[in-house]
């Protein structure tokens, strides 16, 4: 069974942002994710969020295992996005 993944409204508007490269990029590696998404990810202390390394940008997840679902909270540029998910 393979993972569906939802995208918040902000995370949307996020990727829409970024360029169609990297949206590629991100869109291909999310879809690798959804069949085992705990090999790809790794915790973020201290929050229940789960963050997806794909390049110099991070998505930042929560994982719901139980209803096989990924729900993607925002991204964008690793110098951005722990400032604002903290």
Same mark, same amino acid.
């Given at each position: &069974?393979s993972?569906?993944v939802?995208?918040s409204?902000?995370?949307d508007?996020q990727?829409? %942002?970024? /360029? /169609?490269? *990297?949206?590629? @990029?991100? =869109? /291909?590696?999310?879809?690798?994710?959804?069949?085992r998404? $705990?090999? $790809?990810? %790794?915790k +973020?202390?201290?929050? !229940? #969020?789960? @963050? +997806? @390394?794909?390049?110099? #940008?991070?998505?930042? &997840?929560? =994982? *719901?295992?139980?209803? +096989? *679902? =990924?729900?993607? =909270? !925002? &991204?964008? $540029?690793? %110098?951005?996005?722990?400032?604002?998910?903290?």
């Amino acid at each position: &069974m393979s993972y569906k993944v939802i995208f918040s409204d902000l995370a949307d508007k996020q990727l829409n %942002k970024l /360029s /169609s490269d *990297v949206q590629r @990029r991100i =869109i /291909s590696t999310l879809k690798r994710c959804r069949i085992r998404p $705990h090999t $790809h990810v %790794k915790k +973020l202390v201290g929050s !229940e #969020y789960y @963050r +997806l @390394r794909v390049g110099d #940008y991070r998505v930042i &997840m929560n =994982i *719901v295992d139980n209803r +096989l *679902v =990924i729900h993607v =909270i !925002e &991204m964008g $540029h690793r %110098k951005n996005i722990y400032k604002k998910a903290a």
